[in-house]
Structures are given as structure tokens and as C-alpha cells.
């Protein structure tokens, strides 16, 4: 202190302003003295303090990382011992910690720093006054401050900031003016980094977001200090020539001043048009190829629907021969459950495959085998099929190979009917034309031999009793000839429809007795005619005598070793009946319901009648065609009844 001059130390110094003299000497510049009111202001008592280095009288607040001003004060210390003249610096922020507590008290300073010189020029000590701005501080434009503060010591920061990828803008709630943008936001607004914006309300650079709700969702940021966040959120706003729609992820933050205040809003954007844009196309792609998925299942639904309803058997086949398919038709042809059916191989099964000629069909002679080996489509190749518990059918098969994109065959598909019922027509044809081609030459062969004889007795004998004979045998083959004829060509009507009806009333009694007059005379048969004599029926005389002569000759053919024949006529409730029984043969109760049938034939004892199998059809015929019935009652071995009814009027 002696160095001081005494007007100062005790006139100054004592009632003066806050200061602290301090020794000229960097960089602990200890405290030489310091003055009640400088005491006063910073709370601290002189014991502690004279001595002491500046700085470790005035530790910095720990909690005040990155902003402690000591680089500062320092600086302006310096500067002055250099320069020799006052330095002034203003809003320092300097915590002064709190006595008795590990607190510190936030506080903003002006700090002058005056040289005092020695004789020589030569400055020895600092008066430092110190005046506490805090409240002046907070009072004044704070935010300016601050942030010149902030541009000062955070330079860094702010180049961050200016090109952060993110765009980011600072809103005043004062006419939400822009304080800050960013560059980022600027390429998102398509302003030019000269444009001057600072300062300009935001709802007028942009005035889309005010039409889009932004003014109000400013204002709740603002009012709530809830931050307002959206992502990919649609914003139409004129970025270049016209209005767009942009997508964006966007925030809106509070922006609190030291009193906690919200004088703000920090708002972010990054746009995503590109990515919404492009998952848009994606999605676009994705509805559409599920269009596409539920256009191929619909297909594939109806396609099947076709598949299972269909009158035919339908058959699909791997590459391997395994069966992965079968429609309801094909499992009701083959009798098989289709769980039977998937994954078996067409060659391992159940049921044998046969030609058409009987014998075994080799698996490579199936139509699948060879349509798969030579890649051509089969048509209606028939095979038999026999199952283990049924009568052998026969299947026409189609089958073609499925191939895919490169040709190459990956399936192949079979349909298949059962043609059983046709092949037995066919069959019965062809037995039919050899059975009829036998049955007229046998009379005719006969006749002719009967006519050589009677040519030869004619010349030599013409007298001989043979000659009767022979005219006879003659005769009986010619009504035989003429009864084949006649059934040949009542067939023929039958198919054309030309079988008609000459109805009329007669009597049914009368009629069975005359059908069978060429064997009551005969004494190898014992004929009882039954019933009610005086029967009358409504209907076509000649047919209906074609009808029971038909029935009589059976019970002669069939009813070798017995003579007797019983014919009865009976009327019923609303019908007349006729019967005509024998004791022959009989008739294995599985084929009665054959009898009927075009071209059928019993044959089953092993011995041969003749016949063409078409005498009961054409019967049945007849009585059909009068409204009447036909059927059989037979016990093998024991006879059968054969009867028809007819309507009496
Ligand atoms: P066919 O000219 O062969 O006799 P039908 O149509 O009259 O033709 O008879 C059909 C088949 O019915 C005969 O082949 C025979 O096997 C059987 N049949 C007909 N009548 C009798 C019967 N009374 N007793 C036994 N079998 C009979």
C-alpha cells in the first residue's frame, strides 16, 4: 500500500466505488487491497481475500462449464499493464459463490481496470472497479446479449449450427420474427444465403404454414412449452415455380431465456419427400402385384371350382409321376378318398390297369407314361381299370405335359371319363352282329339244304313222304328267318319312334290262348292257361301277341326239361295282368335287372340257346309304350314268371 499515494487510498479508495487493487503481475495478479464496497458487493470478508491471487479469491463456478470469463478478464488485465491505459469490459458473467454453501450466485459484471504507474512509467498495480450489472443486465435486451455472448464465445457452435444437415430456425415470440436460420433451412425454403430474413415474420416468408395450421401450433408450443413433433408430415408450400407437396419430419421446441421464460421457438426440418415419395411408389407396386396375387387366386379359385364340378375325371402328375391332384370325379371313378390318391405314384396302386384286349398294361404303356416320355399330348387312349371289390371298368384318358417358361415339362395333367357303359354297347354290337349273322345263316343254311333235298326228290321221288318232311323243316326255318327279320326291324322302328299303336278293345284271355296253340296240340308241352277269360284290355292286339309269344317261346327255349308252361290272366285293382311261368333254368337274381336291355343275354349255365337278345327289349318297349309294366320274377334253377300289366281302358 505505501506505494500508494495517501490522497487516493483515503479519500478514493475508502468511499469510493467497489474496486480491489491488485499487483501488476500476471498471472496471479494478487490482491493488495480491497475496498468495503468492493467487500460489500461480492460478499466475501477481507481475511480471505488480501494476499490472494484474483483467482483464487473468485473460484469459477464448477457448474459455469464453458462460459468462465477468465481467458477474458484476464486479457483485459493485460492489456492494460500493456497499453497503460483503462480497459473496460461489460456483462462478464462471474459466479461469486454463495458463503456457506458449495452454491455460487449467477452474476454479470462491468469490470475497469485502471493502470497505476510508478515513477519510472512503469505500472505496478491495477485498481480494479467492479460494479455487479446483474439486474441491469437482465433488464436490458437480453436475448441480444445473449446471444452476442453466445456469437462471441461460441463461434464453433454457430458454424455448427449455420450448416447443420438439419434445417433449423430460431422464431421470436415478438411478431415471430426470425432471429436465426440456418442454411439447411434456407435450401428447404429455397432462399438464397443473402436474402435477408433475420428479422422478417415467418407466417410472411412462408405464409403456407399459417394456412396449414402453423400459427396456431406456434402459439400452443409457446403458450405450453410442450414441443410440437410430426413426422413425414405433408406441407404445400411454393418452394420453386409452384406449390408442391413436401413431406417432412418436423419439430417446433421452447426456447427459454434465463428467467425460464419462453421468448421463442427452435423449429426443425428435414425433408423426406424422397423417402414418402418412393415408399409411396413401393406401396403403389405392393397394391398392385396384391391385385394382381388376388386377380390370380380368384382365377385360380374358379378354376378349381371348374376342376371339381367337372363330369370329368381330372388328374395332375409331378415331374416324378406322383399324383398331386385328383377332382372329386376322378376319386368317385377310381373309388378312391383323395388323401388315398396324393403322393401315390399312378404305377403303385390299388387297382390293375389293363389294354382294352384284357391282358396287363405295362406301366410305360399308360397314356401318362408316354405322354410324359414323348412330350405329346394323348388322346382318348382307353385302358380297363380293375379295383380290388369291383367289376372291371374302362376310362377314355386325354393327357398333356405342363411346361413351364423354358419349355420344359414339369406336370402333366390327365382328364379321364368312364366310357364303360360305351364300350359295352360297342361290345354288344359287335357280339350282336356275330350272334345275328350266326342266327340267320343257321335257318338259312338249314332252308337251303331242306330246298336241295326236295329239288333232288322232286326228280327222282316226287311221291316220297320226305317230301312233306322236308317242306315242314323248310317252313319252320323261314317263320324263323321271318321272325328274326321282324325283330331287326322292330328294332329300327324303335329308334326312329316308329313303333305305332293300333289300340283297340279285345280279349286278353282269348289272345294268351291263341299264342300258345301251336303247342297245345304239341304233346311235349303241358300248357295250363289260367285266369279270367272274359278280360277285356285296350290296346294293340298284334303287339301285345308279339309281347306273350315272346314270353312263351323263352319258357319253351329256356325250360328244356320242363314241359309245363302256366299262362294266367288276372285283373287287378286298376290294371289287367299276365303272367307266363315255366320251370326251367331261372335267372341269377344280379342280371334281372339286364333283362330288359338291348342286345342282353344271360348265357350263364354254358349252354347255348339262340337268340339275339332282343325279344324282351322290344317286349318291354310295347308295354311301356301302353302305359303298362314289365318285369320278372325268377328263382334259379327253379323257373322264372314273366309279366306285364296293361291299363283296362
Ligand atoms: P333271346 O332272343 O336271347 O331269347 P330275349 O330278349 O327274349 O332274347 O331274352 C333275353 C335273355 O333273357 C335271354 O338271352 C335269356 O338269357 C334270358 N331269358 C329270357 N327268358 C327267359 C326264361 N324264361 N328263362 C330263363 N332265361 C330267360
Same mark, same amino acid.
Given at each position: 500500500?505505501?506505494?500508494?499515494?495517501?490522497?487516493?487510498?483515503?479519500?478514493?479508495?475508502?468511499?469510493?466505488?467497489?474496486?480491489?487493487?491488485?499487483?501488476?503481475?500476471?498471472?496471479?495478479?494478487?490482491?493488495? /487491497?480491497?475496498?468495503?464496497?468492493?467487500?460489500?458487493?461480492?460478499?466475501?470478508?477481507?481475511?480471505?481475500?488480501?494476499?490472494?491471487?484474483?483467482?483464487?479469491?473468485?473460484?469459477?463456478?464448477?457448474?459455469?462449464?464453458?462460459?468462465?470469463?477468465?481467458?477474458?478478464?484476464?486479457?483485459?488485465?493485460?492489456?492494460?499493464?500493456?497499453?497503460?491505459?483503462?480497459?473496460?469490459?461489460?456483462?462478464?458473467?462471474?459466479?461469486?459463490?454463495?458463503?456457506?454453501?458449495?452454491?455460487?450466485?449467477?452474476?454479470?459484471?462491468?469490470?475497469? &481496470?485502471?493502470?497505476?504507474?510508478?515513477?519510472?512509467?512503469?505500472?505496478?498495480?491495477?485498481?480494479?472497479?467492479?460494479?455487479?450489472?446483474?439486474?441491469?443486465?437482465?433488464?436490458?435486451?437480453?436475448?441480444?446479449?445473449?446471444?452476442?455472448?453466445?456469437?462471441?464465445?461460441?463461434?464453433?457452435? =454457430?458454424?455448427?449450427?449455420?450448416?447443420?444437415?438439419?434445417?433449423?430456425?430460431?422464431?421470436?415470440?415478438?411478431?415471430?420474427?426470425?432471429?436465426?436460420?440456418?442454411?439447411?433451412?434456407?435450401?428447404?425454403?429455397?432462399?438464397?444465403?443473402?436474402?435477408?430474413?433475420?428479422?422478417?415474420?415467418?407466417?410472411?416468408?412462408?405464409?403456407?404454414?399459417?394456412?396449414?395450421?402453423?400459427?396456431?401450433?406456434?402459439?400452443?408450443?409457446?403458450?405450453?412449452?410442450?414441443?410440437?413433433?410430426?413426422?413425414?408430415?405433408?406441407?404445400?408450400?411454393?418452394?420453386?415455380?409452384?406449390?408442391?407437396?413436401?413431406?417432412?419430419?418436423?419439430?417446433?421446441?421452447?426456447?427459454?431465456?434465463?428467467?425460464?421464460?419462453?421468448?421463442?421457438?427452435?423449429?426443425?426440418?428435414?425433408?423426406?419427400?424422397?423417402?414418402?415419395?418412393?415408399?409411396?411408389?413401393? =406401396?403403389?407396386?405392393?397394391?398392385?402385384?396384391?391385385?394382381?396375387?388376388?386377380?390370380?387366386?380368384?382365377?385360380?379359385?374358379?378354376?378349381?371350382?371348374?376342376?371339381?364340378?367337372?363330369?370329368?375325371?381330372?388328374?395332375?402328375?409331378?415331374?416324378?409321376?406322383?399324383?398331386?391332384?385328383?377332382?372329386?370325379?376322378?376319386?368317385?371313378?377310381?373309388?378312391?378318398?383323395?388323401?388315398?390318391?396324393?403322393?401315390?405314384?399312378?404305377?403303385?396302386?390299388?387297382?390293375?390297369?389293363?389294354?382294352?384286349?384284357?391282358?396287363?398294361?405295362?406301366?410305360?404303356?399308360?397314356?401318362?407314361?408316354?405322354?410324359?416320355?414323348?412330350?405329346?399330348?394323348?388322346?382318348?387312349?382307353?385302358? /380297363?381299370?380293375?379295383?380290388?371289390?369291383?367289376?372291371?371298368?374302362?376310362?377314355?384318358?386325354? /393327357?398333356?405335359?405342363?411346361?413351364?417358361?423354358?419349355?420344359?415339362?414339369?406336370?402333366?395333367?390327365?382328364?379321364?371319363?368312364?366310357?364303360?357303359?360305351?364300350?359295352?354297347?360297342?361290345?354288344?354290337?359287335?357280339?350282336?352282329?356275330?350272334?345275328?349273322?350266326?342266327?340267320?345263316?343257321?335257318?338259312?343254311?338249314?332252308?337251303?339244304?331242306?330246298?336241295?333235298?326236295?329239288?333232288?326228290?322232286?326228280?327222282?321221288?316226287?311221291? &316220297?313222304?320226305?317230301?312233306?318232311?322236308?317242306?315242314?323243316?323248310?317252313?319252320?326255318?323261314?317263320?324263323?328267318?321271318?321272325?328274326?327279320?321282324?325283330?331287326?326291324?322292330?328294332?329300327?322302328?324303335?329308334?326312329?319312334?316308329?313303333?305305332?299303336?293300333?289300340?283297340?278293345?279285345?280279349?286278353?284271355?282269348?289272345?294268351?290262348?291263341?299264342?300258345?296253340?301251336?303247342?297245345?296240340?304239341?304233346?311235349?308241352?303241358?300248357?295250363?292257361?289260367?285266369?279270367?277269360?272274359?278280360?277285356?284290355?285296350?290296346?294293340?292286339?298284334?303287339?301285345?301277341?308279339?309281347?306273350?309269344?315272346?314270353?312263351?317261346?323263352?319258357?319253351?327255349?329256356?325250360?328244356?326239361?320242363?314241359?309245363?308252361?302256366?299262362?294266367?290272366?288276372?285283373?287287378?285293382?286298376?290294371?289287367?295282368?299276365?303272367?307266363?311261368?315255366?320251370?326251367?333254368?331261372?335267372?341269377?337274381?344280379?342280371?334281372?335287372?339286364?333283362?330288359?336291355?338291348?342286345?342282353?343275354?344271360?348265357?350263364?349255365?354254358?349252354?347255348?340257346?339262340?337268340?339275339?337278345?332282343?325279344?324282351?327289349?322290344?317286349? /318291354?318297349?310295347?308295354?311301356?309304350?301302353?302305359?303298362?309294366?314289365?318285369?320278372?320274377?325268377?328263382?334259379?334253377?327253379?323257373?322264372?314268371?314273366?309279366?306285364?300289366?296293361?291299363?283296362?281302358?
Amino acid at each position: 500500500m505505501s506505494d500508494l499515494p495517501a490522497i487516493f487510498f483515503q479519500q478514493y479508495f475508502e468511499v469510493g466505488p467497489p474496486m480491489v487493487i491488485l499487483q501488476a503481475k500476471a498471472p496471479e495478479f494478487k490482491i493488495l /487491497a480491497a475496498n468495503p464496497a468492493f467487500l460489500k458487493i461480492t460478499g466475501t470478508a477481507i481475511t480471505h481475500m488480501e494476499g490472494k491471487s484474483l483467482w483464487d479469491a473468485f473460484p469459477a463456478n464448477p457448474e459455469e462449464s464453458g462460459t468462465s470469463n477468465r481467458d477474458i478478464i484476464e486479457d483485459s488485465l493485460l492489456m492494460t499493464i500493456k497499453t497503460k491505459t483503462a480497459q473496460v469490459l461489460r456483462g462478464v458473467r462471474h459466479d461469486i459463490p454463495l458463503t456457506g454453501t458449495d452454491k455460487f450466485d449467477k452474476r454479470y459484471w462491468q469490470f475497469a &481496470s485502471s493502470p497505476v504507474m510508478d515513477g519510472a512509467g512503469e505500472v505496478t498495480s491495477l485498481i480494479y472497479n467492479v460494479s455487479d450489472i446483474t439486474e441491469a443486465f437482465f433488464n436490458a435486451n437480453r436475448q441480444e446479449i445473449e446471444l452476442a455472448l453466445n456469437e462471441q464465445n461460441n463461434d464453433q457452435l =454457430q458454424r455448427q449450427f449455420m450448416r447443420a444437415p438439419i434445417g433449423m430456425v430460431f422464431i421470436n415470440r415478438d411478431g415471430y420474427s426470425i432471429d436465426y436460420i440456418n442454411q439447411a433451412m434456407r435450401r428447404l425454403w429455397n432462399r438464397g444465403l443473402t436474402e435477408n430474413l433475420i428479422g422478417q415474420s415467418v407466417f410472411e416468408v412462408i405464409p403456407e404454414l399459417e394456412q396449414q395450421g402453423y400459427h396456431a401450433i406456434f402459439d400452443e408450443v409457446l403458450a405450453t412449452g410442450r414441443a410440437f413433433k410430426v413426422q413425414e408430415t405433408p406441407l404445400q408450400y411454393k418452394r420453386t415455380d409452384r406449390v408442391k407437396t413436401f413431406y417432412l419430419d418436423l419439430s417446433i421446441e421452447p426456447l427459454y431465456d434465463t428467467f425460464d421464460h419462453i421468448y421463442g421457438a427452435v423449429g426443425f426440418a428435414v425433408d423426406v419427400t424422397d423417402k414418402v415419395l418412393s415408399r409411396g411408389r413401393l =406401396q403403389a407396386i405392393i397394391d398392385e402385384k396384391k391385385l394382381v396375387e388376388d386377380e390370380l387366386r380368384h382365377n385360380e379359385e374358379r378354376l378349381v371350382q371348374i376342376l371339381e364340378t367337372m363330369a370329368e375325371g381330372v388328374g395332375i402328375i409331378d415331374a416324378n409321376g406322383k399324383l398331386t391332384y385328383a377332382n372329386p370325379m376322378a376319386q368317385k371313378i377310381l373309388g378312391l378318398h383323395e388323401s388315398e390318391i396324393l403322393g401315390n405314384n399312378f404305377g403303385e396302386r390299388k387297382w390293375k390297369n389293363f389294354r382294352t384286349d384284357g391282358s396287363p398294361l405295362p406301366d410305360e404303356e399308360h397314356p401318362m407314361a408316354i405322354m410324359m416320355k414323348t412330350g405329346q399330348p394323348v388322346y382318348d387312349h382307353e385302358i /380297363a381299370v380293375q379295383p380290388p371289390d369291383r367289376e372291371r371298368f374302362y376310362i377314355s384318358i386325354n /393327357a398333356a405335359p405342363i411346361r413351364d417358361n423354358k419349355n420344359k415339362i414339369v406336370a402333366g395333367i390327365a382328364t379321364f371319363m368312364d366310357v364303360t357303359a360305351r364300350r359295352k354297347i360297342v361290345e354288344q354290337k359287335d357280339e350282336f352282329i356275330s350272334v345275328a349273322s350266326h342266327e340267320l345263316k343257321t335257318p338259312l343254311t338249314s332252308l337251303k339244304l331242306s330246298m336241295q333235298l326236295l329239288s333232288k326228290l322232286f326228280d327222282t321221288n316226287p311221291t &316220297s313222304p320226305q317230301v312233306a318232311v322236308f317242306i315242314a323243316k323248310a317252313n319252320n326255318n323261314l317263320s324263323r328267318l321271318v321272325h328274326l327279320t321282324e325283330d331287326l326291324m322292330n328294332i329300327s322302328k324303335i329308334d326312329n319312334g316308329k313303333l305305332p299303336l293300333k289300340k283297340a278293345r279285345f280279349n286278353l284271355f282269348k289272345l294268351a290262348h291263341d299264342c300258345c296253340e301251336y303247342l297245345t296240340g304239341d304233346d311235349a308241352h303241358a300248357v295250363v292257361i289260367e285266369g279270367e277269360p272274359g278280360l277285356q284290355v285296350y290296346a294293340d292286339e298284334q303287339r301285345i301277341d308279339q309281347v306273350i309269344v315272346n314270353f312263351v317261346n323263352n319258357a319253351v327255349k329256356y325250360a328244356p326239361e320242363s314241359k309245363k308252361i302256366i299262362l294266367k290272366v288276372q285283373q287287378l285293382a286298376d290294371c289287367a295282368m299276365l303272367s307266363v311261368q315255366d320251370f326251367g333254368i331261372g335267372i341269377p337274381a344280379e342280371k334281372v335287372p339286364h333283362l330288359f336291355e338291348r342286345y342282353y343275354r344271360v348265357n350263364e349255365t354254358g349252354i347255348q340257346f339262340s337268340g339275339l337278345g332282343l325279344g324282351l327289349y322290344i317286349s /318291354a318297349e310295347i308295354i311301356e309304350r301302353h302305359g303298362g309294366q314289365i318285369g320278372v320274377n325268377s328263382d334259379p334253377g327253379n323257373g322264372s314268371t314273366f309279366w306285364f300289366t296293361l291299363p283296362i281302358s
